[in-house]
């Protein structure tokens, strides 16, 4: 039994980008080449490489005035799939206008994946503003919201995709949201 687990290891580990097979003669098979250490070593590596759900939500880079991360938890009695249908409804009920009369996300949005809970929605500047015109163009700027379920709860990453700062645009995009989840009976973390 072990030889099969150690050869199913191997092959997983074979697979891995930059691994190379060993170059064996024929009177030694790799299972015999290969030490239990090389085992071990790759394998780790390919353990803590495999991102979790929850890990496949970049982390926002290290001081970041741009970049918010969250997590909300749905009341312990909603269901999966209620607990999406409840983040689905409050993503739509965001004003299509923005807030604070388009100085927020005056562009609207857009929902551009909608999964398994799981959601990405691109928001736009009105692309009005002085940064706007000066620094991008007169193009609006846009920020990304990606949404991923984590066992009970829900990891939220707004982020801008150009930019040191945003002004505090992701904060207030979340808040907003926040302040929705909350009637709802939902309860977060990094807020």
């Known amino acids: 039994m072990k ?30 080449m290969t030490s239990r250490r090389d085992v071990l070593a ?10 979790t759900s929850a890990l496949a939500i970049d982390a926002c880079p290290k001081g970041s005035k741009n970049c918010l991360r969250q997590t909300w ?10 607990a999406a249908s409840q983040l689905r409804d409050v993503l739509n009920a965001y004003p299509q206008e923005g807030q ?8 609207g949005y857009t929902i551009v994946s909608d999964s ?13 503003g002085f940064f706007a015109k000066s620094f991008n163009g007169g193009k609006p700027f846009i920020d990304d919201l990606v949404i991923e379920p984590n066992g009970s ?23 907003y949201i926040g302040a929705q ?11």
Do not use: H
Not at 116 to 128: H, I
């Open 100 to 107: 604070e009369d388009g100085k927020v996300d005056g562009g």
């Open 181 to 191: 989840l909350k009637e709802k009976g939902w309860t977060g973390v990094g807020l």
């Open 3 to 32: 030889i099969v687990q150690t050869t199913a290891l191997m092959a997983a580990v074979a697979s891995c980008q930059g691994f190379v097979a060993p170059q064996q003669p024929t009177s030694q098979t790799a299972l015999e």
């Open 153 to 175: 709860s829900f990891e939220f990453r707004s982020a801008s995709r150009l930019g040191d700062s945003d002004f505090g645009v992701n904060g207030k995009r979340l808040a």
């Open 73 to 82: 938890t749905p009341p312990g009695s909603t269901a999966a799939a209620d």
């Open 116 to 128: 398994d809970g799981a959601f990405k929605v691109e928001y736009r500047s009105s692309g009005k």
């Open 42 to 51: 790759t394998s780790f590596a390919l353990a803590i490489s495999v991102p």
